[in-house]
Structures are given as structure tokens and as C-alpha cells.
Nanobody
Framework: VQLQASGGGLVQPGGSLRLSCAAS????????MGWYRQAPGKERELVAR???????NYADSVKGRFSISKDNAKNTLYLQMNSLKPEDTAVYHC??????????????WGQGTQVTVSS
């Protein structure tokens, strides 16, 4: 699975951005897709993820501000980010995790898109 993330940029605190992640194949059957971020000097962390049944999970730091969704017809994952804060500044990566019965899960990663929140 190839993943192409886009939509990052420079935004002022309190602003909004929508990230997109286009997949090279049908995403309806992908077990879990998600967004991770990595700030300079910090480890990569989970931001939000969505399962094939559309169950969503969010990091506590983004609950109520970010929303993850996907469009199976367009094979695209989204992350709507509102009320952005400087601490949201990071490179955001999309992820696809495929789980096969009896086999280890396999993770696929996009190249990342930079989000900078600054006045």
C-alpha cells in the first residue's frame, strides 16, 4: 500500500487544517488507518485512528479538536484539525495497518506532511 499525505502548512493558533492521505488501493478492507505525528526531538505518537468498522480513537491531547474520517470510494483518509495550538506542530504521517489471521500485522507509512502552528 502506498500512502500520499498532503494538506499540511503554516497556520496561526486557533486555525484549522485538513490533512488528506490518498491510498494506492481499496481502503475499505484495511483493518486500521491512522495519523501519527512526530515533533522535533520527540517520539512519534498516535494522533487518531479509525478501524474498518469506523470505530475511532484519539489521543487525549486532540480530543474535541481533531476528527478522523475516511472516504472508501476515494480511498482517502482525512484528519480535520481545528483550534490548532503551537504544540500541534509536527510532521504528520498517515498509517495503514493490515492484519491477517495467524500472521504479524504489517504497517505502511506515508511520507509525512509538515504542520506548523505559529503566529
Amino acid at each position: 500500500v502506498q500512502l500520499q499525505a498532503s494538506g499540511g502548512g503554516l497556520v496561526q493558533p486557533g486555525g484549522s487544517l485538513r490533512l488528506s492521505c490518498a491510498a494506492s488501493r481499496d481502503i475499505a478492507s484495511i483493518n486500521v488507518m491512522g495519523w501519527y505525528r512526530q515533533a522535533p526531538g520527540k517520539e512519534r505518537e498516535l494522533v487518531a485512528r479509525i478501524g474498518s468498522s469506523r470505530v475511532r480513537n484519539y489521543a487525549d491531547s486532540v480530543k474535541g479538536r481533531f476528527s478522523i474520517s475516511k472516504d472508501n470510494a476515494k480511498n482517502t483518509l482525512y484528519l480535520q484539525m481545528n483550534s490548532l495550538k503551537p504544540e500541534d506542530t509536527a510532521v504528520y504521517h498517515c498509517n495503514a495497518r493490515i492484519v491477517a489471521v495467524g500472521l504479524p500485522s504489517v504497517d505502511y507509512w506515508g511520507q509525512g506532511t509538515q504542520v506548523t502552528v505559529s503566529s
